[in-house]
């Protein structure tokens, strides 16, 4: 479904990198900005139509049961008590609204996630076939490495099928300036073959693989090669990059989160080349 292909929209100029990873220098400082959270559910319950009485006692046996809703948005956002950094914090919460929730940053959040929700509902009773939704959102940031902030979305979702699904979203944000991160600004695309070789060796030691078609045996990337996932965080010693469901195996196998240290990685990001 469209609502949850993530799109890299925000992609800035590589001079703008040199903030990234730069020291405690900036006038935007973590105990600068405080996170808060907006919570709001909404259950619904919608029976059958009406209809006459049938007197075909089968019919009357299996007449189509109540089809039920539950949404719920659990995020956080930004702010500051210090007025110079409410621009910074609004950019943030800004872009959370329209890549997370796909809603118009000229909306308040309050007024985004409401939207949200009625998005869902609209689907809800749009569907004909499945008699129970679900679809919560949790949202939460994380202090990275220096000045940057890492917000994780996380949905589990059950709109009909076989199963449910969770998905998780990683986004990353330069804290002094506001501005999205995308996979482009820390590895130039001429070092992006070398960072998905690393990432397929990591993952085939995960594995205990001891080649490609080990991991096709063990129902890993039989499906797919092997690519460089956008969601990924800049934590304070690594660089996660996670795979949801179904990205590189089968769904029985969940999840997958590579690690890279930025040792590992050195080579490939000038950014901590120019840093040293």
């Not at 935007?28 to 009485?53: A, C, G």
């Not at 990275?144 to 902030?149: A, S």
């Amino acid at each position: 479904m469209k609502r949850y292909i993530i799109r890299d929209r925000f992609v800035f100029l590589g001079a703008l990198i040199s903030l990234f990873f730069a020291g405690c220098n900036s006038s935007t400082q973590w105990n600068d900005l405080e996170f808060y959270n907006v919570e709001k559910l909404e259950q619904l319950t919608e029976s059958p139509l009406d209809t006459e009485e049938d007197s075909n006692a089968f019919a009357s046996l299996h007449k189509p049961e109540n089809r039920e809703m539950d949404v719920k948005v659990d995020m956080q956002f930004l702010k500051s008590g210090n007025q110079a950094n409410e621009r910074v914090c609004k950019l943030i919460n800004d872009q959370l609204v329209e890549i997370l929730l796909k809603q118009s940053s000229e909306m308040t959040v309050d007024e985004a996630v409401a939207q949200y929700i009625e998005d869902v509902k609209k689907e809800f009773h749009g569907d004909e076939v499945a008699s129970i939704y679900y679809d919560h959102l949790t949202g939460r940031a994380e202090y990275g490495r220096e000045n940057i902030i890492n917000y994780r979305l996380v949905e589990d979702v059950f709109m009909g099928g076989a199963h449910p699904c969770t998905i998780t979203t990683i986004l990353r944000f330069n804290a002094m300036t506001g501005e999205f991160i995308a996979l482009e600004n820390l590895f130039p695309y001429p070092q992006q073959r070398r960072l998905q070789e690393l990432l397929l060796e990591k993952l085939m030691k995960m594995n205990q693989a001891r080649s490609l078609e080990d991991l096709h045996q063990k129902g890993i990337l039989e499906m797919s090669d092997m690519f460089i996932s956008n969601n990924f965080a800049l934590r304070e010693d690594s660089i996660e990059f996670y795979y949801n469901e179904y990205d590189i195996a089968p769904y029985a196998y969940g999840s997958f989160s590579i690690c890279l240290s930025y040792d590992e990685v050195q080579e490939l990001m000038p950014i901590l080349q120019e840093n040293q």
